[in-house]
């Protein structure tokens, strides 16, 4: 695992205007019920930070929905979470897959660097669609220097797999995995890429400290410390 090094300044997103201490969207956590679908609170609440951020930047030309994917969750449980930030509703609630070296059933291991097939935490813009490799797939812009910003040049996309079903829970454990990519079953890849498209938030959560230290999206808890998994986190540099 390579050091960490200081990320360059980057986004103008990060610092363009202080978020408040109580969000407006605070409330969807318990009203939406993502306690009971095992949503980290951790996860919503750095989630709606980095929303509040970008939106406050002018970097999503989509703000009526949020995404979050909670990778403290293992790849068999629903871990995909889409809120209308609007109206308050849960969208979609499931399946997503995490990269192949970055852990069988549970993601530990991360990277931005090009050939790792690790996944890459942090926040993303939704840019474009277009059909590859994988059918209809979404381009995801990283936002967080040295964290995730190579995600256009590895091809870091929301596209639909075979593999991310329950069969595939059923038959091993786990869902297959993608080569960093996050993504989806095959029935549901096409309308879930059409409500985030164009410029939406996305945000890749893991308990992982070393990110959770270095993002400059977060303003972390001043309590204590979060019990975490014994992971990696290796930064372009």
Do not use: W
């Amino acid at each position: 695992m390579s050091a960490l090094s200081a990320p360059a300044e980057r986004t103008p997103a990060v610092n363009a205007a202080p978020v408040k201490k109580v969000s407006a969207y605070a409330g969807y956590y318990h009203s939406l019920k993502l306690d009971s679908l095992q949503l980290s609170r951790e996860a919503f609440d750095y989630a709606v930070q980095g929303y509040e951020r970008l939106k406050a930047a002018g970097e999503l030309e989509n703000d009526k929905v949020l995404s979050i994917v909670d990778f403290s969750l293992p790849s068999s449980r629903k871990r995909l979470f889409i809120v209308d930030i609007k109206t308050g509703k849960l969208l979609y609630h499931t399946y997503v897959s995490h990269g192949r070296n970055s852990g069988e059933q549970m993601a530990t291991r991360f990277s931005n660097r090009p050939e790792s097939f690790q996944s890459s935490l942090g926040f993303y813009v939704t840019g474009d669609t277009y059909k590859g490799q994988h059918g209809y797939s979404l381009q995801l812009d990283g936002q967080e220097h040295g964290i995730n910003d190579n995600a256009l040049m590895r091809k870091i996309v929301v596209h639909a797999a075979a593999y991310v079903s329950e069969r595939n829970i059923a038959q091993q454990g786990f869902l297959g995995r993608s080569l960093g990519c996050p993504a989806v079953p095959e029935k549901l890849s096409k309308p879930i890429i059409n409500t985030i498209r164009g410029g939406s938030c996305l945000f890749i959560y893991s308990t992982n400290q070393q990110y959770i230290a270095q993002s400059k999206m977060l303003v972390r808890p001043a309590l204590a410390a979060i019990d975490t998994l014994p992971s990696t986190f290796v930064t372009n540099s």
